[in-house]
T-cell receptor
Framework: AQSVTQLGSHVSVSEGALVLLRCNYS??????LFWYVQYPNQGLQLLLK??????LVKGINGFEAEFKKSETSFHLTKPSAHMSDAAEYFC???????????????FGQGTILTVHP | GAGVSQSPRYKVAKRGQDVALRCDPI?????LFWYQQALGQGPEFLTY????????KSGLPSDRFFAERPEGSVSTLKIQRTQQEDSAVYLC?????????????FGDGTRLSIL
C-alpha cells in the first residue's frame, strides 16, 4: 500500500530563513507526489506536483521540491520564509498499489509551519 | 462558481441524527472525491466518483455512510445515525480528468460536530 511519512509535526523558522519540510513515501509503483497547503478553516491548495517529468519541481509562492528516488523522498523547500507561509503542509501520494487509474490521495500527517518575525 | 463549494460550512447534530453534506464541484470536472479529516490529522479517502458512477467506496468507515452523485455534478455525503467518532471535517475535491497525475481542487470543507 502507498504511505507517506512527514518528519516533524511542527517546524518553526524565522522570517527570511530557509524552510525545509520533509516527506518520505512508500510506493510499489512509480509515484505521483503532491504538496498541499492548508490555512486555518480552509481547504487544501495545491503547491506543486511531481509527475516524473523533472526531479526538481517548482511550485507557487516560491516553493520547490526535489524527488529523490534513491531516498524515497520529496522534501519541500523555500529559500526565504515569509510570515504568510505560516500554515499546515501536507505531502500526498496518488493512486494505490492496485494501479488504479484515478487520483485517490494518501496524505501524510501534516507539518505545521510557524514563522517568527 | 470558480471553485469547489461545500455546504454547510458547519454542522452540529445530536448523536443518532442523520446529516447530509453537499458538494458542488468545479463545472465540468469528471472526478469527485470525499475525504475525512480528523482533528490534527491528514485527510483520509472516503469515496470516489467518475461522473455519476461511484467507482470506489472502500474508505467509507461503515454502512452508515452513503454518497451519491446522481447527475454527475453535485454530490451528497449522507451519514445516518451519527456517532461522536463521526466528528471531523469532510472535504470534497474535484479534478478535471481522471488519472493519478491530475491535481485535485478542494472545497473549504464541512466541519461536523456530533454532540
Amino acid at each position: 500500500a502507498q504511505s507517506v511519512t512527514q518528519l516533524g509535526s511542527h517546524v518553526s523558522v524565522s522570517e527570511g530563513a530557509l524552510v525545509l519540510l520533509r516527506c518520505n513515501y512508500s510506493s510499489s509503483v512509480p509515484p505521483y507526489l503532491f504538496w498541499y497547503v492548508q490555512y486555518p478553516n480552509q481547504g487544501l491548495q495545491l503547491l506543486l506536483k511531481y509527475t516524473s517529468a523533472a526531479t526538481l519541481v517548482k511550485g507557487i509562492n516560491g516553493f520547490e521540491a526535489e524527488f529523490k528516488k534513491s531516498e524515497t523522498s520529496f522534501h519541500l523547500t523555500k529559500p526565504s520564509a515569509h510570515m504568510s507561509d505560516a500554515a499546515e503542509y501536507f505531502c500526498a501520494v496518488s493512486g494505490d498499489a492496485g494501479g488504479t487509474s484515478y487520483g485517490k490521495l494518501t496524505f501524510g500527517q501534516g507539518t505545521i509551519l510557524t514563522v517568527h518575525p | 462558481g470558480a471553485g469547489v463549494s461545500q455546504s454547510p460550512r458547519y454542522k452540529v447534530a445530536k448523536r443518532g441524527q442523520d446529516v447530509a453534506l453537499r458538494c458542488d464541484p468545479i463545472s465540468g470536472h469528471v472526478s469527485l472525491f470525499w475525504y475525512q479529516q480528523a482533528l490534527g490529522q491528514g485527510p483520509e479517502f472516503l469515496t470516489y466518483f467518475q461522473n455519476e458512477a461511484q467507482l470506489d467506496k472502500s474508505g467509507l468507515p461503515s454502512d452508515r455512510f452513503f454518497a451519491e452523485r446522481p447527475e454527475g455534478s453535485v454530490s451528497t455525503l449522507k451519514i445516518q445515525r451519527t456517532q461522536q467518532e463521526d466528528s471531523a471535517v469532510y472535504l470534497c475535491a474535484s479534478s478535471q480528468r481522471d488519472g493519478p497525475n491530475q491535481p485535485q481542487h478542494f472545497g473549504d470543507g464541512t466541519r461536523l460536530s456530533i454532540l
